[in-house]
């Protein structure tokens, strides 16, 4: 069963950048479709970006596509998401995603069922 730790998040500017790192536990990290969701402030959890397994198809939600990149690095058992000119509607706690295989669900929340802990970002205007 792969556990899941995000780093990377913090404070920044509106206009600023910042990347997020998932370190997944266990030997077969290739094996797992990865995605990113994000909770904002009073807000429900929702689908920022998704990665299948070797990086082979990309899925990004309206919001962020062409600001946010997701990719991974399956010698390392480490997924990223680069988020570039980060405006305050980043603002939220951002959660790494796995499920094994892949899903038919990848922009929902149910099709993954490891998650991380979260991490902070808040862009400030």
């Known amino acids: 069963q792969v556990q899941l730790v995000e780093s990377g998040g913090g404070l920044v500017q509106a206009g600023g950048s910042l990347r997020l790192s998932c370190s997944a536990s266990?030997?077969?990290?290739?094996?797992?479709?990865m995605g990113w969701f994000r909770q904002p402030p009073g807000e429900e959890r929702e689908f920022v970006a998704a990665i299948t397994r070797g990086g082979g198809n990309t899925y990004y939600s309206d919001s962020v596509k062409g600001r946010f990149t997701i990719s991974r690095d399956d010698a390392n058992n480490t997924m990223y998401l680069q988020m570039n000119s980060l405006e305050p509607e980043d603002t939220a706690v951002y959660y790494c995603a796995a499920v094994l295989y892949g899903t038919a669900w990848y922009l929902a929340d149910y099709g993954y069922d490891h998650w991380g802990q979260g991490t902070q970002v808040i862009v400030s205007s």
């Open positions: 266990g030997p077969t990290f290739e094996s797992y479709a």
